[in-house]
Every structure is written in C-alpha cells, then in structure tokens.
C-alpha cells in the first residue's frame, strides 16, 4: 500500500512541469515559408541558453498552410505550443493570446517573419537580468523600403516619442522582452502593441532600448501598408487620454464643457456690449445663436463627462481593479 502511494507520489512528480522561466511569443500570419527556418534556428538559440524555455506560437487565422507546418514542429518539439485562432484577429491580440498563455518569468516576443534575429535574444535577456522590466529592440540598421517603411517610421517614432514622454527610438520593433508581471498587466486593444513600452512605463517599468539586428523580409509579404500610420497615432491619442483621466475622464470632459460655457458667456456678453455701445441689435450679429451652440455643447459635454465617470467606475469595481500598481509588499500578505 504505503509502496503503491510512494510510486504514484514518484508519477506526479515526475509529471509535473518544469518551472518555465524563458517564454518566446510568436505572432503568425501567413509565414509558412519562414517557419521552418525560423524556428530551427530560434531552437537552437533556447538550447543553448540552458534554462526551461517555451515557445507560443500563435496562428492568427493564416490561410496557409503556416497551422500545418506549427503542427508538424510540435510533434518534434515539446516545447512548442500552438494557439490557433479561428480567424485574423491582428498582431496585437495574437501577441496578447501569447501573453496570455506564458508561464515563464521572461516574455519574449518576435516577429514571425525572420525579420528579428533569435541570435539577438540573448543580449535581452542580459539587460533584463540587469533590473529592467521591458527591454525593447531597436532596429539600427533597418532592412525595409526606404520611404514607405523606414522615413515614415521615422518620423512616427519621433511624434510618438514626444506626445508619450517614453523615449525609445523604435516603438516598432516587435522583438521586445518583458518580466512577466509586466507582460500579463498588459490588456491589449486594436494595434496598440507598438505602445507597449509606454504603457508599461507610465505603470512604473523601467524600460530600456537596446541595438537588434534586422533582416529584410525574404518570404510572403509585409501585412501592413499606410492604414497603419491612421492607426497608431489614434491609438496614441487614446494612450494620452487613459494616462491622463482614465481614472477620472470628467476632468477632461466637463474641462471642455466649462470653458465652452465661459466661452458662451463671454458670446452673449459681446452682443450685449455691442448693443448697449453701438445699438446693433441682438438679430443682426451671429453671437447670440454662437453663444447658444456653445452653451449647449458645454452642458453635453458635462454630461458626457459623468457618464464617462460612471463607465469608469463600472469598470474598475466590476473588476475590483485598483487604480493603482503595486511593485511589491513588505510583510503583507495580500494576494493580487
Ligand atoms: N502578423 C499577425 N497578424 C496580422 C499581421 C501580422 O500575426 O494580422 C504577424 C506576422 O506574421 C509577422 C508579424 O506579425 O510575424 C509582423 O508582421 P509583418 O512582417 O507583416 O510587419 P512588418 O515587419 O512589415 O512591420
Ligand atoms: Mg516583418
């Protein structure tokens, strides 16, 4: 009996898995010809850094035969897990599915596509182990098209640099590493996953940017064209608005609205002048019906302001969220 236990206590232990510390993220659309490629040489650079590593792919509705090849690759190697979505979700929910999915206390996330070099994950790792929480690529000597890609990017990163406060050089390098804590707080929307850095840093993180190597694309073609540039200054615009009053939007909408009612005021303050002064008669000057509208959008927007706080709140008690990110306690034991 007390044998039995002992042997089927020695078959847990045996199943249990081993504590995952590295997990790489792999964001996949329609990369059939890269994979094989790819993930024999990105294998080889887990191997030989020695330490209980998984990788996530993640199948992002591909028509190709990319979910074939991932296939074929799990039943070679363990540490190979697939998520297959059911259709094209974008980059920023594959990464996030990846994220999601990670045990390891490292997140490392790469392009699909041989763009990013496995060979440089290493040197993230090592600036991890220094004390940072995000450690994003930069590439330096960027291989894509000269004006479309690389002199838009360029200015694009500049404008994000400036209106966000977190300066990096690259927000689009996919090749980033992140502690965990860090990764799974992310909740990932639309293709904001350019600005993950800055989220991160606006939550506290020290983040930092290193030199990565990059290779021009030699299969399948690029999934993004100009649509993008639309995309990502939106997001950074809904970036700024959660940094400042996602906690409370009401200082940003009723803000607006006070000053169009100041500014409503002020209108009808005008026309009266100008009737008592020159005796223009209320009718003849575009003040009275300005001052209205004015008054009207103040109200609306004061209005909009506290729904705005209501959904707010909705938000973070439905969630027990609190606004706030803890690094760590000292002799407290609170979970969460
Ligand atoms: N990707 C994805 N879903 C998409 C578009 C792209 O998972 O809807 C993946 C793609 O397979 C690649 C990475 O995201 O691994 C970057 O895409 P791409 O190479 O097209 O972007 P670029 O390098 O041109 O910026
Ligand atoms: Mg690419």
Redesign the pocket.
Known sequence: MNRIAQRQFAVVERAEPAEIELSVV??????EESLPQLLSKLFDVLHNLHCPFEVIA?N??SKDRSIDVLRKAAAVHPELRVVDFTR????TA?LMAGFDHARGEIVITL???L?NDPEDIPILIGKLREGYDVVSGWRADRK?AAIS?NFLSRVANRVISRVSGVHLRDY?C?LKAYRRDVASNLRLYGEMHRLIPIYASWMGAKVIEVPVRHHA?QYG????GLGRIMKVVLDLAVAKFLEHFLVKPIYLFGGFGLLSILAAFAAIGWAIGLKIVDGTSLILTPLPLLAAMLFLIGCISILMGLLAEMVMRTYFESQSRPPYHVRQRINLDVAA
Do not use: H, M
Request: glycine share 12%; no cysteine.
């Open positions: 792999l964001p996949i659309y329609e990369e993640v992002d509705g094209n979700y974008g980059q594959a392009d699909a596509d763009q894509d890609r689009g996919t694309r073609r690029s999934k993004y």
